[in-house]
């Protein structure tokens, strides 16, 4: 089974300081990782994803991913929040032992306060 | 346009009425899913599809629910005698690999009354 949990409902930063969104998964076999997000009234955009190599993931709008085996954590960063990264960020897993399914996290809201 | 797109993007419809709801995916992909995002509950995974059939039907939620794929393209969601429960974002994703991450629709807000 897989699973993703998301710690945080809402995660609050100033503009121009670090952020960092939680998310940490179980699965069986090894992960395939994504980070999706979600503006205001829009549909959900790709973000960055980890399926194998590089333990640091790089992706759109400067946001990069850390994957950490050993506390089976996938938290999503920018060194230097943007007011317009306020939005609803998810994470999702997906078992490369299990179903073709990916499993969202229920979703962190992101406030970047000028 | 190169995206997935839904209709109609909003439903409102009466308690007990039937209800069909369309995604067309991108053109060339062969994996589509459907999920539901409701308010402060993330998203719930309904039916996935690889080409036209559907080997994973677990998430939807009653036998009121059915979809189908045509032509390897083409998806619609039916929910039958639609109950108040049933309002929230129903959101469609399509993607080339099953593997890979998902292009995701506008998707359609069902408000049941």
């Known amino acids: ?114 | 346009g190169a995206g997935v797109s839904q209709s109609p993007s909003n439903k409102v419809t009466e308690k007990g009425k039937d209800v069909e709801l369309r995604c067309d995916p991108i053109s060339g992909h062969t994996a589509l899913y459907w999920y539901r995002q409701s308010l402060g509950q993330g998203l719930e995974f309904l039916i996935y599809f690889q080409g036209n059939s559907a080997p994973d039907k677990s998430g939807l939620p009653s036998d009121r629910f059915s979809a189908e794929r045509t032509g390897g393209s083409v998806s619609t969601l039916t929910i039958q005698r639609t109950q108040q429960e049933d309002s929230a974002v129903y959101l469609c994703a399509s993607s080339f690999g099953t593997g890979d991450f998902l292009f995701f629709g506008p998707g359609t807000r069902l408000t049941v009354l």
Do not use: M
């Open chain 1, 1 to 114: 089974a897989q699973s993703v949990a998301q710690p945080e409902d809402q995660v609050n930063v100033a503009e121009g300081n670090p952020l960092t969104v939680k998310c940490t998964y179980s699965v069986s076999g090894n992960p395939y990782l994504f980070w999706y997000v979600q503006y205001p009234n829009r549909g959900l955009q790709f973000l960055l994803k980890y399926i194998t190599g590089d333990n640091l993931v790089k992706g759109s709008y400067g946001f990069e991913a850390e994957f950490n085996k050993s506390q089976t954590s996938f938290h999503l960063k920018k060194p230097s929040a943007l007011v317009s990264d306020s939005a609803l960020y998810f994470c999702a897993v997906r078992d490369d032992e299990g179903s073709y399914i990916p499993t969202f996290g229920r979703g962190t809201s992101l406030i970047v306060h000028p």
